[in-house]
């Protein structure tokens, strides 16, 4: 866990443990001036150093040289302002889901496992790609000084600020995920044991000797003469459907136990408010950004001879992977969230209960009216739809982009 500590230490807004970063803001700080050094110097450096703007017209070399350092910036202001309030209410919203159902030993290290992994990716595709550029900078281009050098590591910089927001997100992502998971798994069970209950209600009568006592004491009131008083057994006995069934004391009626899922779900809801005032602006901006990079890379291999097509690769392996990644956990957190719907519906239909299907009918109005989704700032969903729409974008963009090249060779 030493790599995730560092890394968010550096990079991130919040540290592993959901406290506040006391580096943010003296980084942010550095973070923009290197923003803003890249911004005036990048025409510079990309046309001397990889001659885009022999393929690419003045117009969209712009576009491409600047599009890192102005998301980088964008998104670093807008998650440092909204930084404290929104951690401090995702923190607190974990703390009292988690004060209903405490995290068990399995599902914290499902969580430090998956966090591992998905820093560790992260930095297995930015580190390399990143170190082989300024390689390639100082072995194979001689007209290359210090400026283009500095250049290359801010660029390694926003890179980095950028990817470990990004880890921050998903990892949130995970752990909503699982308290969902956590709250459809007890609607499962729930569901299961009132199946059970209406086709086998006998299969939970106690012994006969309890059933006798049971139905001895609802008669009489109290012990027959000559028989001494007998201390209570060690579940309490109810009626249910004229049979006797006996429950732990600890074991909630139906409805209390809708209730409790009820509240635990919207507390999980809440945190997903949480995280779309946090994140939402820079994921969008993440998603523009490796959207665009990674059609411009495309692009350039195809009409121009890169010094590397691995260095190629690496880089368009990095942007898909942290496509996805934002992506499809957020899309499978959204499904499990709504999962609940179906569930509930189910139970609903066999219960008899009026006051249990009360519950039922509120904890589903309560889920069809918030938001589960997550959102770049209300701009787009982040789902699979949005792999499916950049897949078209990137397609006609490269159409028209290579009919332009067409036409400014003939």
Not at 140 to 163: G, I, K, R, W
Not at 215 to 223: C, I
Not at 350 to 379: H, P, R, V, W
Request: net charge positive.
């Amino acid at each position: 866990m030493w790599l995730i500590r560092i890394f968010w230490a550096l990079c991130g807004v919040f540290t592993v443990d959901m406290s506040h970063n006391r580096f943010q803001h003296a980084y942010s700080a550095l973070l923009m001036a290197t923003c803003v050094y890249n911004l005036a110097n990048a025409s510079y450096v990309v046309c001397k150093l990889d001659h885009w703007c022999v393929t690419f017209s003045s117009t969209l070399t712009a576009v491409y040289d600047r599009v890192l350092s102005s998301t980088a910036f964008l998104s670093r202001i807008a998650v440092a302002y909204e930084c404290e309030p929104n951690v401090s209410r995702y923190r607190a919203t974990i703390r009292a889901f988690e004060a209903y159902s405490p995290p068990s030993a399995a599902e914290l290290r499902r969580h430090g496992a998956f966090t591992l992994t998905v820093v560790a990716a992260c930095l297995a595709v930015i580190v390399p790609a990143n170190a082989v550029s300024v390689y390639y900078l100082c072995r194979h281009e001689p007209d290359s000084d210090a400026s283009f050098v500095v250049y290359h590591v801010f660029t390694c910089v926003q890179n980095l600020s950028m990817c470990c927001v990004e880890t921050q997100f998903v990892v949130q992502c995970f752990k909503v995920y699982t308290k969902f998971r956590g709250v459809n798994d007890d609607l499962k069970r729930l569901k299961d044991e009132n199946v059970n209950r209406s086709v086998y209600p006998f299969m939970q009568c106690p012994a006969p000797s309890s059933a006798s006592r049971c139905r001895g004491s609802h008669r009489r009131g109290r012990p027959a003469a000559g028989h001494s008083q007998r201390p209570p057994p060690p579940s309490a006995v109810i009626y249910d459907r004229d049979f006797c069934r006996a429950r732990p004391p600890s074991c909630r009626p139906m409805a209390n136990a809708v209730e409790l899922l009820r509240i635990k779900h919207w507390l999980v809801r809440q945190s997903i408010d949480a995280l779309n005032s946090l994140f939402g602006v820079h994921m969008g901006l993440s998603v523009f950004c490796l959207w665009l990079m990674a059609l411009f890379n495309v692009y350039y291999e195809m009409f121009y001879d890169y010094r590397s097509e691995l260095l190629v690769y690496c880089w368009l392996l990095q942007y898909t992977l942290r496509l996805l990644m934002i992506i499809l956990t957020a899309h499978f957190t959204t499904k499990q969230a709504l999962e609940a719907k179906s569930l509930i519906s189910d139970t609903n239909n066999g219960i008899m209960d009026s006051s249990t299907k009360e519950e039922l009918q509120l904890f589903m109005n309560q889920i069809c009216s918030s938001s589960t989704e997550f959102n770049a700032y209300d701009l787009f969903t982040l789902n699979t739809q949005v792999i499916k729409s950049a897949i078209a974008a990137g397609a006609t963009c490269l159409v028209i982009l290579v009919q332009y090249h067409s036409g400014k060779n003939e």
